[in-house]
């Protein structure tokens, strides 16, 4: 897939770095303060997609919710810079 790159080199590599060098300053706890974030994210995220998939299949919400986790996503994304 062409997203592949993406994932594996910016929220992955790029975004690492850039937040060890430049917004840490290579202080000894940048990498517990990059893990954290990452950590609760991916907690959140496999907590709400079981309950997020089933709503999405109950109600035939998939497009509704598809437009607003991409809006989300975007913002989220926006948020970056």
Same mark, same amino acid.
Request: charged letters at 0%.
């Given at each position: 897939m062409a997203s592949s790159g993406y994932i594996l080199m910016i929220p992955g *590599? $790029? /975004?690492a770095i850039y937040f060890w060098q430049v917004v840490c300053g290579g202080a000894a706890d940048c990498d517990a303060l990059w893990g954290l974030p990452v950590a609760l994210s991916l907690v959140a995220a496999d907590l709400l997609s079981p309950l997020l998939g089933a709503i999405a299949d109950l109600g035939a919400l998939r497009h509704r919710l598809? *437009? $607003? !986790? #991409? &809006? &989300? %996503? %975007?913002? !989220? #994304? $926006?948020? &970056? /810079?």
């Open positions: *590599v $790029a /975004y598809f *437009v $607003a !986790a #991409t &809006l &989300l %996503c %975007c913002i !989220a #994304t $926006a948020g &970056l /810079y």
